[in-house]
């Protein structure tokens, strides 16, 4: 499997016939029909490369009181993989993210983005709140501000909202973001609002957006520490992902170093930088497909930063951070026998050990997927074990098991698959796919997938 993911879990019994009913029409159609029925699309977009991502926004949809919640505010459209609708959603909502939600209007207009799955259908009934609020702000839509844009530069007020609505909503800014720097008079950068603005809209490194705000260091550095810490983390990790984006589409590597550069100064600590920046270059090259140079660095970027440390160590300091969390965590006190206990739950825990098992089966799966050589499979191999002592998934047992069986221990792969697909059934996930790759295993098939051997 391609992509782990960390996940918080309910876990409970759910009538499955109350359900969120995706209903199976166009898109136009879904539109029209909100139109008449005073209701919101809720549209979920599938992801291609991400399955768990899928699996854990369809387990929170079997809850029967987010399927009320639908069923009364919104008409519900799944835009799967093969969705004839799938190019002309992108095309009319070309979204810096696809992964999530899209909530909208009759009119077409994009007013809410939820950008993750979760099994908590607590969090989308949430959500359409939220989007059901912005609704009945009834504030000036898209198209109207669009139109202000286009007619009538001198309106800074308009221009700004746009960029914030677009922004709201995961809508691309940055093109509009150089016109509007273009626009202001010159003084205006001097004002710590405008300067605060530009920032949080996070400029490409490079762009004259970018330029302008880092001019005049001592006007920056007012602005810039105004800020909250993590806001300004926030920012440049999105000025970061986004200018990684730039240089993979135009594959351009020189630009690439100016990002390197610049994102080594958001660094106190140079091995921290030195870490993330070759990072960086591996989601270039990986990004560009350019598996010979990603497996050149990948390699000892992972020997290095991944399978130096014990295992047990890893779990021991999550055990001490999770401790020291519940500690400082409210409890619930609760009668039990003849005495009370106080009942203390961690809502999430972000471990350690689920990170390093993220990393170590991300990197084991592109060289099973790419690469034929044995040392570098071996190599894979090793990371993969690793990867499920860290914190085993259905993913990262996959990936074991499918490296097993490439390498010829074809009696190991088979336990390992089997363990893959009964913890999805145990999580009540799909396991199709894990099937069939065991059904080609248990044949002695030499190619198990569209990888093959």
Same mark, same amino acid.
């Given at each position: ?115 993750? =799955?979760?099994? %908590?259908?607590?969090? !989308?009934? /949430? ?11 009834? @504030? &000036? ?31 691309? =800014?940055?093109? %509009?973001?150089?016109? !509007?720097? /273009? ?11 405008? @300067? &605060?603005f530009l920032a949080n809209h996070a400029p490409m490194v490079g762009t004259k957006a970018d330029k302008i705000l880092r001019k005049n260091s001592d006007f920056f550095n007012m602005a810039w520490y105004s800020l909250p810490l993590q ?12 200018s990684l984006q730039k240089a993979i589409d135009s594959k351009d590597e020189i630009y690439l170093k100016s990002i390197a550069f610049f994102q080594t100064g958001t660094y106190d600590n140079k091995e921290a930088a030195k870490k993330y920046n070759d990072n960086l270059y591996l989601s270039y090259f990986l990004g560009i497909r350019d598996y010979s140079k990603y497996l050149q660095l990948k390699v000892p970027y992972v020997e ?150």
């Amino acid at each position: 499997m391609k992509y782990t993911l960390s996940i918080a879990f309910i876990l409970c019994l759910l009538n499955t016939n109350a359900q969120v009913k995706f209903e199976n029409i166009s898109l136009d159609d879904a539109l029209v029909k909100a139109t008449a029925s005073g209701k919101i699309v809720f549209a979920q977009f599938v992801t291609e490369t991400c399955q768990e991502c899928n699996d854990v926004a369809d387990k929170a949809f079997e809850n029967p009181e987010l399927g009320k919640t639908v069923l009364q505010k919104c008409i519900p459209l799944k835009i799967d993989v093969l969705s004839k609708d799938r190019a002309e959603f992108l095309r009319r909502f070309p979204t810096a993210t696809t992964l999530g939600t899209y909530f909208i209007l009759g009119s077409g207009e994009l007013i809410h983005r939820y950008t993750r =799955t979760t099994t %908590l259908s607590t969090a !989308y009934e /949430k959500e359409i709140i939220t989007a059901y609020d912005k609704w009945q702000e009834g @504030l &000036v839509t898209l198209k109207e501000l669009d139109e202000e844009w286009n007619n009538n530069s001198q309106n800074v007020v308009a221009m700004e909202k746009l960029l914030d609505k677009r922004f709201a909503v995961n809508l691309p =800014t940055d093109s %509009l973001l150089e016109v !509007y720097v /273009k626009r202001l008079p010159a003084d205006s950068f001097n004002s710590k609002r405008v @300067l &605060v603005f530009l920032a949080n809209h996070a400029p490409m490194v490079g762009t004259k957006a970018d330029k302008i705000l880092r001019k005049n260091s001592d006007f920056f550095n007012m602005a810039w520490y105004s800020l909250p810490l993590q806001q300004r983390i926030s920012i440049n990790r999105r000025i970061i992902a986004k200018s990684l984006q730039k240089a993979i589409d135009s594959k351009d590597e020189i630009y690439l170093k100016s990002i390197a550069f610049f994102q080594t100064g958001t660094y106190d600590n140079k091995e921290a930088a030195k870490k993330y920046n070759d990072n960086l270059y591996l989601s270039y090259f990986l990004g560009i497909r350019d598996y010979s140079k990603y497996l050149q660095l990948k390699v000892p970027y992972v020997e290095n930063y991944y399978m130096n440390y014990p295992v047990s160590f890893i779990l021991q300091q999550d055990s001490i951070r999770k401790q020291s969390m519940l500690r400082n965590l409210p409890g619930d006190t609760l009668r039990k026998d003849n005495g009370f206990i106080v009942k203390k739950t961690l809502q999430s825990f972000a471990s350690m050990g689920q990170y390093y098992s993220r990393e170590l089966n991300d990197g084991a799966w592109v060289i099973y997927a790419r690469s034929d050589n044995k040392d570098l499979l071996n190599k894979a191999l090793q990371w993969a074990k690793r990867a499920n002592q860290f914190y085993a998934t259905a993913a990262s047992m996959d990936t074991y098991a499918r490296l097993l069986y490439k390498t010829g221990n074809k009696k190991e792969a088979i336990e390992w698959e089997a363990k893959a697909i009964q913890q999805q059934k145990e999580l009540k996930f799909g396991y199709k796919q894990y099937e069939e790759v065991l059904g080609k295993m248990n044949n002695g098939e030499g190619k198990i997938d569209e990888y093959g051997l």
